[in-house]
């Protein structure tokens, strides 16, 4: 898939996995280290440990099971009991389910399935990130044109400020390997193959399907530049159908689910259904919820609004100021990013991209092919500030849009040209290495992003895995 050996990729490999092993062992520690909080958060009965193969995944792994990921674990192992799980899309959970009865079944002698789902969820995520950044760094090398600047932009991705959703029972590493491999096939115009992989992040996550719009500006360049033909506007047309589908057909088994009673038999263990009582969760055939009689009968959105508060505006509130700080490096870099990309390609911003105007020895992060990712950064994060849990914009920017490793990777190579050495060797060398070596020596323009990087990596890592509030 990825094509002839590149040095590059290998150093891409080894320095992710590298990255996500330190993040399993700063889990480990700051779980020994600090004491977990009590949070008000999703918690359902599980039985104890019962093996001593339970009690080790369980001192190694139970960082990973936090929050959300309570959430993921839970719905893998017994279902969408609960009318608020389907917040929560399917693929991450159907993944981590099929590992633990596939190739970790065997150890269902001394494992639990939950110890199982926790192991699965870190060899899957281990290797998706390590596959996202792979990607990252192809797609970089067909869009920017420059294979050092993907190469670093990769690097960056693998301690990047959301580093611990990279890790844990999140669906973050999915949606990214999915979404940077489909967005890489479509810049060399494999459309249906690019819609198959960025259809599966729409299994992931919601927001995946924004990657629709990478198909519709796509035709409408090629019909505004009289160069649309038949053949390749059913390809694009198939492509947002796909991208869609499993949006809507999960939509559907949620309506299914909750709104018509006579749909399965639920045989709702004792202790799941108690905690449905003293939490007034909804269960399958009580009461039909009122969104099942709307027109067009969302789950979605209406467990976001009812369960989380998410809406237009909603989550401007004084108490929330912290959580705004919380997110304000990823807003205030994505800002930037596009600021500067905007100043420098002025008479292509104002026609959006879509004119076909002379571009030739213009590449890099200010190439005319970056212009849709700045759009699609753009977008998300206006959305993401107005419309949803803004602590969530960090990770949502960081797992969606190359564009921001692309901008620090610039920003970088322009302030600290040195890092890529003068020797020729067969193996490629690490700059994300040397310029840790050189941290005295940076310029502020360098170590401010960096130390973005490092510090929600670290910090992050020691307040989620301990049920602290994070992104």
């Not at 093996?51 to 936090?66: A, K, N, T």
């Not at 059913?234 to 499993?246: E, Q, Y």
């Not at 009582?277 to 009812?306: M, N």
Request: net charge positive.
């Amino acid at each position: 898939m990825w094509g002839s050996h590149d040095p590059f990729v290998d150093e891409i490999v080894h320095f992710s996995l590298s990255c996500r092993g330190l993040t399993l062992v700063m889990q480990v520690l700051f779980n020994l280290l600090i004491p977990d909080h009590t949070a008000d958060a999703f918690s359902p009965p599980r039985p104890l440990p019962v093996s001593h193969g339970d009690h080790i995944v369980e001192f190694l792994f139970s960082g990973l099971g936090r929050w959300d990921a309570e959430h993921f674990l839970f719905i893998a192992e017994h279902g969408y009991v609960y009318e608020h799980n389907t917040a929560f899309f399917p693929l991450l959970p159907m993944v981590i389910r099929g590992l633990a009865q596939g190739p970790f079944l065997p150890l269902a002698g001394v494992l639990t399935l939950r110890s199982r789902l926790l192991l699965s969820s870190a060899f899957l995520n281990c290797a998706c990130s390590t596959l996202a950044a792979v990607s990252l760094y192809l797609l970089g090398c067909v869009t920017l044109q420059s294979r050092r600047t993907s190469f670093l932009a990769a690097l960056l991705f693998c301690m990047s400020p959301i580093s611990v959703f990279m890790t844990v029972a999140y669906s973050e590493s999915l949606f990214a390997v999915a979404t940077f491999t489909g967005l890489w096939q479509l810049q060399k115009n494999r459309f249906l193959l690019g819609s198959a992989l960025l259809s599966l992040a729409t299994a992931a996550r919601s927001n995946g399907l924004v990657n629709a719009g990478f198909l519709v500006y796509s035709e409408m360049k090629a019909f505004l530049q009289q160069r649309s033909r038949h053949g390749l506007k059913a390809k694009r047309l198939c492509g947002i159908v796909l991208m869609i589908l499993p949006f809507a057909i999960f939509q559907g088994y949620c309506y299914f689910r909750f709104c018509i009673p006579s749909y399965g038999v639920d045989n709702l263990p004792e202790k799941l259904a108690q905690l449905a009582k003293d939490k007034g969760y909804r269960v399958h055939g009580e009461t039909v919820p009122l969104w099942c009689s709307y027109c067009f009968p969302l789950a979605y959105s209406h467990i976001q609004s009812e369960y989380w508060g998410v809406g237009l505006l909603r989550y401007f509130q004084l108490r929330q100021l912290p959580n705004f700080l919380l997110a304000a490096p990823a807003v205030f870099l994505g800002i930037c990013a596009a600021c500067k990309y905007i100043s420098a390609n002025i008479e292509l911003c104002r026609y959006l991209g879509l004119s076909d105007m002379e571009t030739k020895g213009r590449h890099g992060f200010y190439g005319p092919r970056v212009f849709v990712y700045v759009a699609q950064l753009s977008f998300l994060m206006v959305f993401g500030v107005l419309c949803m849990h803004v602590q969530v914009v960090t990770r949502l920017l960081f797992s969606s849009c190359p564009v921001l490793f692309w901008f620090c990777a610039h920003i970088i190579e322009e302030k600290e040209p040195w890092i890529w050495g003068l020797e020729k060797r067969k193996e490629a060398s690490n700059p994300a290495r040397r310029l840790f070596r050189a941290w005295h020596s940076l310029q502020t323009q360098t170590q401010i992003p960096l130390g973005y990087f490092l510090a929600y990596w670290v910090i992050g890592t020691a307040l989620h895995v301990n049920f602290l509030p994070w992104t």
